[in-house]
């Protein structure tokens, strides 16, 4: 049964131009909006430049008729930022049903370097699903993209780059459906100079890769996973 039409969500004001805030209405359950947001807070000592410090993430379940919060979560110092800056927050409504009558939302998060001769990007994935008045995280920190490297900026060097998929399989596991990861990931190896410059990339052949429920959370392999 469609619900009730509402306004599209407006994400709350930011406090500070490093801080993000984001919402969106959850596809799954009109009606519902899932809000997040980042407040960067700098490192009392290398953090003059505003660059350098620590992100808390809040995230919120709300009512799109009158922006009631129906659950939460809070996490303090979520993320370190120094020469890697967190570059975008994204939230992610595919349809995450971990279990009949249980949906999760995910949360991307993006951080790039500042060095071309060094360069680095990765995304992160998160998944959350609601308990009573509290949103609770039951995958965390999944990379799902990065790309890094060393080279010259002209052509000499290597380059990798690595992405994964989710799906849901038709087993499950302490209740919770399993998830394949699929995995592609490629290398780039450059020599010469720019005028003759030699390129070579090679891709490996995906890899399937099934993580499954613990009774708290997906385990993830550990080159799968960020701190």
Known sequence: MAGPAFADCTPAPKAQALDFSI???????????????????P????????????????LSLRASSDSQPLATFHQPAAFSVDAIAL??????TARYKLAPQLQAFGVRVRFKGSSRVNPLDETW???????GNTLRPVMDRLVVYE?????DGNC???RYETSRTLELAKTSTHGYADLIVKTISSSTVGSGEREVCESKTVTQ????????YDGKKYELPADFKRI
Do not use: M, N, Q
């Not at 994935?125 to 308990?131: A, F, I």
């Not at 790309?147 to 080279?151: L, S």
């Not at 052949?205 to 499954?212: A, C, D, G, S, W």
């Open 23 to 41: 919402c969106k209405d959850w596809p799954a359950f009109p009606g519902l909006t899932i809000t997040a947001a980042a407040h960067f807070s």
């Open 156 to 158: 000499a060097g290597e």
């Open 43 to 58: 490192d009392p000592v290398y953090g003059a430049t505003e660059t350098v410090g620590v992100y808390d993430l809040g």
């Open 147 to 151: 790309y890094g490297g060393e080279w």
């Open 205 to 212: 052949k995906p890899v399937l890769t099934t993580i499954r």
């Open 87 to 92: 570059d975008e927050l994204k939230l992610d």
């Open 125 to 131: 994935l998160s998944l959350y699903v609601k308990e």
